[in-house]
């Protein structure tokens, strides 16, 4: 049985990254998000023994070691895999930039996860496992868009804590590695109109959304034995954003 | 101190080094048992989760003594 730990699993696409990992034999997924959709629900009732939840707010940073890595998933559980794929947007021009947002986004995008990516090592560690992290992050750290720098920049510094995890960690078998995806349809990208998003699009090779679909398999490759070889590498899934 | 031996031959092992026999207060964690700053990290692990505590959290640790002050444990064979 190979247990993955995933951030955000309610809607978009960690919800996504759920279903089809639960498509797989073997596999127990430990997700947390702060609140629950329906299809989340839904998703639950049909998976009781392979999907658990909690309810976690990633801002609150000093209960991560005792919720998550000791009431939920428990020490004596191995970890095999984390999704760090929970995360805010805070949009606005560089010049209306205000601390508090800022630091609310820096909790959840990076603060958190690095803190969480901290015990899922020491779980690896732990049970002797060669386990994979695999960091969402966004193709505004490579393109510039107006008013996503704060967002963007939370998302460089989760590639570059990626980047040098797998240098640190990998004589040990673990691994970790960014999914740099492209705009896909969620409720993070619902605010932007109609010409945003054509814009955005007319950026891509193929002009058309990146499909959650497309971003899960790779993440899901990614978690797998398949991808041994492959560590410390942002991987593009942007409808080709060149 | 037994327990500690066996949690740091569990690590040894792990790593393919020779295993140890026996440690003293005095001895050093990195030229004595052998341990690099990685082997350490799962040491700290292994003893964190069987006695609660993280021996690194607050500075620095070289020695076996130092390991067992933290731990609050007796010095003794047991
Ligand atoms: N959508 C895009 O176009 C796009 C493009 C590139 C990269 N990404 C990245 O893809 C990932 C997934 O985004 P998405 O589009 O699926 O976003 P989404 O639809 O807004 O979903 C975000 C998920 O994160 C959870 N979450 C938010 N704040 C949280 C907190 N404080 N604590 C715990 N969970 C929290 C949400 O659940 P609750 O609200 O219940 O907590 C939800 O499950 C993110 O890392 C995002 O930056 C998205």
Redesign the pocket.
């Known amino acids: 049985m190979k247990n993955i730990l995933i951030?955000?699993?309610?809607?978009?696409?960690?919800?996504e990254i759920t279903k089809s990992l639960l498509k797989k034999e073997n596999i127990c997924v430990y997700g947390?998000?702060?609140?629950?959709t329906k299809e989340f629900e839904f998703l639950k009732e049909k998976n009781p023994e392979k999907l658990k939840w909690m309810s976690?707010?990633?801002?609150n940073i000093s209960d991560i070691r005792n919720k998550i890595f000791k009431e939920f998933i428990g020490l004596k559980t191995p970890l095999h895999g984390f999704v760090?794929?929970?995360?805010?947007?805070y949009d606005d021009i560089i010049t209306n930039l205000n601390y508090e947002p800022l630091l609310k986004m820096y909790k959840?995008?990076v603060f958190?996860p690095m803190m969480i990516t901290k015990h899922v090592i020491r779980q690896f560690l732990l049970h002797n496992v060669k386990g994979s992290i695999v960091h969402?992050?966004?193709?505004?750290a490579h393109t510039g868009y107006k008013g996503l720098a704060m967002?963007a920049s939370s998302?460089g510094a989760l590639e570059a804590f990626s980047k040098n995890s797998a240098r640190e960690w990998g004589e040990r078998g673990i691994r970790s590695n960014s999914l740099v995806?492209?705009?896909?349809?969620?409720?993070?990208?619902s605010t932007l109109s109609v010409d945003q998003k054509n814009r955005i699009f007319k950026r891509t090779s193929m002009k058309v959304p990146?499909t959650k679909r497309s971003v899960s398999e790779t993440i899901i490759f990614l978690l797998s034995e398949s991808a041994e070889s492959i560590t410390g590498q942002n991987i593009h899934v942007d409808s080709g954003t060149i | 101190m037994k327990k500690i031996l066996e949690l740091i031959n569990i690590v040894l092992e792990n790593r393919d080094k020779v295993k140890l026999e026996e440690i003293s207060e005095s001895s050093d964690l990195r030229t004595d048992c052998g341990l690099d700053s990685l082997d350490l990290a799962e040491l700290t692990v292994r003893i964190e989760a069987e006695y609660d505590i993280d021996i690194f959290e607050e500075g620095v640790i070289t020695t076996i003594g130092e390991i067992l002050n933290k731990l609050d444990l007796e010095k003794t064979d047991e």
């Open positions: 951030s955000g699993v309610s809607r978009g696409l960690g919800l947390f998000s702060r609140a629950k976690y707010d990633m801002s760090n794929n929970a995360a805010i947007s959840i995008n958190g969402v992050s966004s193709i505004s967002y998302k995806a492209g705009f896909m349809e969620t409720d993070m990208s990146t």
